[in-house]
Nanobody, 120 residues
Framework: QVQLVESGGSLVQAGGSLRLSCAASGSIFSVNAMGWYRQARGKQRELVATITNGGSTNYADSAKGRFTIARDNAKNTLYLQMTSLKPEDAAVYYC??????????????WGQGTQVTVSS
């Protein structure tokens, strides 16, 4: 069984910064690509950023230049450093990872989400 647990969501003023974390645990043989998505109230879930196990990154246009995705492979942990936050960044942020378990089954897993609120 695999779990992804996000943390770091909070209320922040516009222009402020937050760092989100996502820890993967369980029967993990290897973690492949990981990513952050977000879902604002009344909107569809959207990609924020992804990172491969080799460190290659991809960002949504809305995140470029303000957000940085990173991972610690030794800890199976994903991070999202967010700066210059805007009210439109407010959303529930979800972590996802493609994980190969010791049973040699690969699947995509999702965390439960962490709320980011940005006040103007």
């Amino acid at each position: 069984q695999v779990q992804l647990v996000e943390s770091g969501g909070s209320l922040v003023q516009a222009g402020g910064s937050l760092r989100l974390s996502c820890a993967a645990s369980g029967s993990i043989f290897s973690v492949n690509a990981m990513g952050w998505y977000r879902q604002a109230r009344g909107k569809q879930r959207e990609l924020v950023a992804t990172i491969t196990n080799g460190g290659s990154t991809n960002y949504a246009d809305s995140a470029k230049g303000r957000f940085t995705i990173a991972r610690d492979n030794a800890k199976n942990t994903l991070y999202l450093q967010m700066t210059s936050l805007k009210p439109e960044d407010a959303a529930v942020y979800y972590c996802t990872a493609n994980i190969l378990t010791y049973g040699l089954r690969a699947a995509s897993y999702w965390g439960q989400g962490t709320q980011v609120t940005v006040s103007s």
